[in-house]
C-alpha cells in the first residue's frame, strides 16, 4: 500500500508492514523554532519477511540530524532520505532498536498537523498522518506499539508536561531552567494516536470510580489560566459517560488517569489520543453568558464521542484508513445514543436526521460522494465526512433495528472481546454479528461497499371487498462516482398501519417481505406487502424513527400527511409529516413565484399553531415541529435549476403566513414561556428557551412592535441562547436595532474570541447583498485571523455553507471570494482550505448561470499552480 499522500491509495493493495514495532522511547526536547525529537523504535521482522528486506518509513518536513542501528551509527550509504520517506537498505536479521534524531519547527507549523504550538501551548495532532512530522515512522494505523514518552522542556515556558498513559516519573534537571516528565502507555496503540501537550495551563480535576470493578480514575481538564471556571459541564458529561459507557456497552476506563486538554487552534472538534484527549476548546468552554443551549449540548456529545473512541476506535482500532467509519461511525452512534439517554431521544433523533439530510444526502448526491467504506483516495483528510461519520452511525443503528437490542448487544460483546487490542476491519465487525445472531448479513454490508442514498417508491393499493392493504416498494440507488449500477440493499422500515381513531392498527396475515414486530425488511427490488384482516384502509406510517438513511417517495396525498401530522404515535414521524408539507409548499413556491394558494398556507399555520400549543409534547419537540424546512433542505428537494433567492422569497412568504396566522396565540405562548428562574442549561429548560425562540422569530415577521420584542429580548437576556437569537433576528431582518446590537455584543465580548466567533458569524450569515462587503471588512477585524481555523470557519465558513443567497449570488462574487480564500487559505492550512472548498459540492443543481459562475471558480482553483494534495483533491473531484 503506497501512503504517499499525493498518490492514489487502494484498499485491494493493501499488504502488512514488514517490520513490526515492539516498543517506541520518545525523548522530546521542546523550543519553539528548533525541537529535538529522539525515537529509539524496537522493530522486528514479520512472519514471511526475507531477511535484508529494506525498511522504508514516511517523513514530513523533518530535518534529519541522527541516525543509529543497534547504538551505531549507520553510514550514508546504508539509508536513503528521500523526499517523505526514510530508507534503510538492508536491515540486520532479526530485531533491531533504531534510532532517529530529527529537528522539527512547532512554531512555524501553520498547518496545525504534527507538532505545533496553540498560543505559546506546545501541542499534536497526529491523526491522519501527523506523526510523520515528528519522527520517521511507520505511520499507518494497523503499526500498534508500546510507547513510553520523556519530555524536557524550559520550566517557566511549560510547567505542564502530558503523554499518553500513565505518569512515571518528573523532574528538575539540575543546573538548568529545564525539567522533563515522563509517561507510560501500556497499551499498543498506533502512532495517530500518539499525544503530547506541554504548557502553562490550569488544571481542574476530579475522580470517578468505575462501576465494573471500583477503581479510582483522576480526572484531568486542562484550559488556559482563567478558563477554569468553564469545564464544569464539561467536567460532569465527562462522568456521565464513563458511567453510561458502563452500564450501555459495558466498557470500563482501563487507565489511572484521563486527561482534555482544550487548545484555540485546532482543525477538528477533538481527537480521542489514548488518555490525553486535545480538544478544541469550542467542545470545553462553556457558562451561561458565553455558551448556547446548542453548545452544551455539542460539548455534552463531543466529550462522549472522544471518551468512547477508548474503546471503538483505541483499543480496537482500524486496519487502514478506509476502515474509517468503523471507529467513527460505531462511536457517533455511541454517542447519539447517550445524548439520546441524557436528553429526549425523539428531539435528538430529529436533530442527528436532520443533520445527515443536510449534510450527508448533498454529499451522497453530488460530485463528491463515496461508499462508507471507500476503496481508493489521495488525500485521506478528505475522508473524515458526513458519510463516514453519520451514514456510518445509521449503518449501525440499521444493525440494532434488524438484531434486536439483545442481538445487537451480543454482536458488541463478541467484538470487543474478539478485536481488543487488534486493527480491525469492517468484514471484522461485521461477522461478530454474524456470529452472535447465526446471521447472514452479506447483503446487508452494501451498505458500505456502494455510495449513493437509496430511494423507496411506494404505491398503496386498499381492497374493500377483502379488506385488505398491498404497499409495493421499489427500492433504487442512482449513480455515483465510479459505481454506475447498484445491487439492492436491505432495508429495515419500521412502521405502523394507523387507523381512523389514530391508534395503531393490527391485522391478521401479512405476506410478501420478512416482518420483524414492526419492521419491514427489504431485500429485493420490488416488493408487494399485503396484510389482510384489517378492519378498514389505515394510514400508513412508514419508516418510522428514519430507521434507514433513505429518501422515501410515497404517494401521500395532504390529507394522509395532515393526519400523521395529528395522529402518528412515532414523534419523529409526526415531525416528518409537518415537514413533507411544508416542504411541497415551499418547493412549489420556490419554482413559481406567486403560486403558494392561500389555503394550503392556512392548512400548515394551523397545524404549526396546533403542534405550538400541544401540552402533550414536550417544548424541545414542539420547537422542532414548528421549524421549516431550511433554505439549503429545499434547494437539496429540488435537486436541479435551484435559484436559492426564489427559495428565500418563498420561505420568507410562508413564515410571515404562518407568523400572521398565529399570531395572537404565538404572542401568548412567547409570554407564557418566560423563564424567571435561575438558568440552567438541562434539556427541559432548553427545550422551553428552544419554543420560546421559534416563536419570536416568527413574531418577529410581523411587523409594528416586533423589532422593539426582540431588541428588548436581546436586551434583558440572561443567557447566551436568548441573546444570540435576538441578535440573529435584528441583523438578519435589518432591524432598526440591529447596531445597537451588535456594538453591545462586541463590547461585552472582545476579548473572548469564541463567543466572537458568534458574533462574526451572525454578520456572515446575514441574507443581504452588503454581506460580502462587510465580512471584508471583517477579515480586518482584531477578533479574526486567517492563522486559526474556528475563526475561518465562523466567518467566510459560515458564510460558504450557511448564508444560500449570498454565496450563491447571481454575479459569481460569492465563488469568486472563497475561491479566492481557498487559494491564499491552501499555503497555510490545507486541511482547513479543502474543507472550505466543499461549499462548492452542489453546484451542479443550481440554475444555468449560477452553474456557470461557480464552475469557472472551481476551475481556477483546480488549475492553480502549487496546490496542496487536499485542494486539488476536492478541487478535481467536484468537477468530475
Ligand atoms: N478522530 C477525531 C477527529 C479528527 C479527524 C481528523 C483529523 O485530522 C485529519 C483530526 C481529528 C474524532 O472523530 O473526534
Ligand atoms: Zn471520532
Redesign the pocket.
Known amino acids: 500500500m503506497r501512503t504517499d499522500v499525493a498518490q492514489t491509495v487502494r484498499l485491494e493493495d493493501y499488504r502488512p508492514t514488514a517490520y513490526a514495532i515492539g516498543t517506541v522511547d520518545l525523548d522530546i526536547r521542546l523550543a519553539p523554532k528548533a525541537t529535538r525529537v529522539n525515537a529509539k523504535i524496537a522493530f522486528s521482522p514479520r512472519e514471511g519477511t526475507a531477511p535484508g528486506t529494506a525498511l522504508e518509513l514516511a517523513g514530513d518536513e523533518l530535518k534529519l540530524v541522527g541516525l543509529t542501528l543497534n547504538g551505531a551509527p549507520l553510514s550514508p550509504e546504508d539509508y536513503e532520505v528521500g523526499e517523505d520517506t526514510l530508507t534503510i537498505k538492508t536491515p540486520p536479521e532479526g530485531p533491531f532498536v533504531l534510532e532517529i534524531v530529527t529537528e522539527i519547527d512547532p512554531d512555524a507549523n501553520s498547518k496545525l498537523?504534527g507538532l505545533y504550538r496553540s498560543s505559546g501551548t506546545y501541542c499534536t495532532?497526529c491523526?491522519?498522518e501527523?506523526f510523520r512530522r515528528i519522527t520517521y515512522f511507520y505511520d499507518r494505523p494497523d503499526v500498534l506499539a508500546v510507547y513510553t514518552t520523556r519530555i524536557e522542556a524550559r520550566k517557566s515556558d511549560a510547567p505542564i508536561l502530558l503523554a499518553n498513559g500513565n505518569p512515571v516519573e518528573a523532574g528538575d534537571i539540575e543546573g538548568t531552567d529545564r525539567h522533563y516528565a515522563v509517561w507510560h502507555d501500556p497499551f499498543p496503540k498506533p502512532s495517530y494516536l500518539f499525544a503530547m501537550v506541554a504548557g502553562d495551563l490550569a488544571c481542574v480535576s476530579d475522580t470517578y470510580r468505575t462501576l465494573l470493578s471500583g477503581r479510582e480514575v483522576e480526572l484531568r481538564i486542562y484550559v488556559e489560566h482563567g478558563n477554569e471556571t468553564r469545564c464544569d459541564y464539561a467536567m460532569d458529561a465527562l462522568k456521565r459517560s464513563m458511567r453510561w459507557d458502563e452500564e450501555v456497552f459495558g466498557r470500563e476506563y482501563d487507565l489511572d488517569i484521563f486527561m482534555i486538554v482544550a487548545v484555540s487552534d485546532f482543525?477538528?472538534?477533538?481527537?480521542?489520543n489514548k488518555g490525553l484527549n486535545v480538544f478544541n476548546d469550542k467542545y470545553v468552554l462553556a457558562n451561561p453568558e458565553t455558551a448556547t443551549d446548542q453548545d452544551y449540548a455539542g460539548i455534552e456529545g463531543?466529550i462522549a464521542?472522544?471518551y468512547f473512541?477508548n474503546w471503538t476506535?483505541d483499543r480496537i482500532t482500524c486496519r487502514d484508513w478506509f476502515q474509517l467509519c468503523l471507529k467513527?461511525g460505531l462511536?457517533v452512534f455511541r454517542d447519539q445514543e447517550f445524548s439520546s439517554d441524557m436528553r429526549s431521544r425523539a428531539v435528538k433523533r430529529i436533530a442527528d436526521v436532520r443533520l445527515l439530510q443536510s449534510h450527508q444526502f448533498p454529499e451522497d448526491g453530488g460530485p463528491l460522494a463515496h461508499p462508507v467504506r471507500p476503496t481508493l483516495y489521495r488525500q485521506?483528510?478528505n475522508f473524515?465526512t458526513a458519510t463516514v461519520?453519520e451514514k456510518g452511525a445509521e449503518i449501525v443503528r440499521m444493525l440494532k433495528t434488524l438484531l434486536g437490542v439483545e442481538g445487537f448487544r451480543a454482536g458488541m460483546d463478541l467484538y470487543f472481546d474478539r478485536h481488543d487490542g487488534e486493527a480491525a476491519t469492517i468484514e471484522d465487525f461485521i461477522k461478530c454479528f454474524e456470529d452472535a445472531n447465526e446471521a447472514d448479513l452479506s447483503q446487508f454490508a452494501r451498505w458500505y461497499a456502494q455510495a449513493g442514498t437509496p430511494a423507496l417508491k411506494v404505491a398503496e393499493h386498499w381492497d374493500e371487498a377483502s379488506k385488505s392493504l398491498r404497499i409495493d416498494i421499489e427500492q433504487s440507488c442512482q449513480p455515483t462516482p465510479g459505481q454506475t449500477t447498484k445491487l439492492p440493499f436491505t432495508i429495515p422500515v419500521r412502521f405502523g398501519l394507523i387507523g381512523p381513531n389514530g391508534a395503531d392498527m393490527e391485522w391478521t396475515s401479512a405476506s410478501g417481505a420478512e416482518l420483524r414486530d414492526d419492521v419491514i425488511i427489504l431485500t429485493d427490488p420490488r416488493h408487494s406487502i399485503t396484510f389482510e384482516g384489517l378492519s378498514s384502509r389505515p394510514v400508513t406510517s412508514l419508516l418510522r424513527g428514519f430507521s434507514a438513511p433513505v429518501r422515501l417517495a410515497d404517494d401521500k396525498d395532504r390529507d394522509a400527511l395532515v393526519f400523521l401530522a395529528r395522529h402518528d404515535s412515532d414523534p419523529f414521524n409526526r415531525w416528518h409529516a409537518v415537514q413533507s408539507l411544508a416542504m411541497q409548499l415551499l418547493k412549489r413556491g420556490a419554482r413559481t413565484p406567486g403560486a403558494l394558494a392561500t389555503d394550503e398556507i392556512q392548512e400548515l399555520a394551523s397545524l404549526i399553531g396546533e403542534a405550538a400549543g400541544d401540552g402533550n409534547f414536550e417544548p424541545a419537540l414542539r420547537a422542532q415541529l414548528l421549524q421549516l424546512p431550511a433554505e439549503s433542505d429545499i434547494a437539496r428537494e429540488l435537486g436541479t435549476d435551484v435559484d436559492p433567492d426564489a427559495i428565500a422569497a418563498a420561505r420568507k412568504a410562508v413564515q410571515v403566513a404562518i407568523a400572521g396566522h398565529c399570531a395572537e396565540s404565538f404572542a401568548i405562548l412567547y409570554e407564557a414561556l418566560a423563564d424567571t428562574g435561575p438558568y440552567s442549561p438541562d434539556a427541559e429548560a432548553a427545550g422551553r428557551r428552544a419554543l420560546r425562540l421559534t416563536v419570536l422569530e416568527y413574531l418577529a415577521w410581523i411587523d409594528g412592535e416586533a423589532s422593539v420584542r426582540t431588541l428588548g429580548h436581546y436586551r434583558t437576556a440572561n443567557n447566551m441562547s436568548d441573546r444570540l437569537t435576538a441578535l440573529r433576528l435584528l441583523v438578519h431582518r435589518a432591524d432598526a436595532g440591529a447596531q445597537e446590537a451588535l456594538d453591545d455584543f462586541e463590547a461585552r465580548f472582545a476579548k473572548d474570541a469564541l463567543v466572537m466567533d458568534k458574533w462574526l458569524t451572525v454578520q456572515a450569515t446575514a441574507p443581504f447583498p452588503e454581506t460580502l462587503a462587510r465580512i471584508r471588512t471583517l477579515t480586518a477585524h482584531p477578533t479574526f485571523s486567517y492563522a486559526n481555523p474556528n475563526r475561518i470557519r465562523a466567518l467566510i465558513g459560515a458564510f460558504a455553507a450557511g448564508n444560500q443567497t449570498q454565496f450563491n449570488r447571481p454575479d459569481g462574487a460569492g465563488f469568486d471570494f472563497v475561491a479566492d480564500t481557498v487559494l491564499s487559505l491552501d499555503k497555510r492550512n490545507p486541511?482547513v482550505a479543502a474543507r472550505l472548498l466543499s461549499a462548492f459540492r452542489s453546484w451542479r443543481a443550481l440554475e444555468p448561470g449560477r452553474r456557470a459562475l461557480a464552475e469557472a471558480a472551481l476551475r481556477r482553483v483546480a488549475e492553480a499552480g502549487g496546490l496542496s494534495s487536499d485542494v486539488q483533491d476536492i478541487a478535481t473531484r467536484s468537477l468530475q
Open positions: 498537523m495532532q491523526e491522519a501527523g482543525n477538528m472538534g477533538a481527537m480521542e463531543v464521542h472522544e473512541h476506535g467513527e462511536t485521506i483528510n473524515y461519520y486541511q
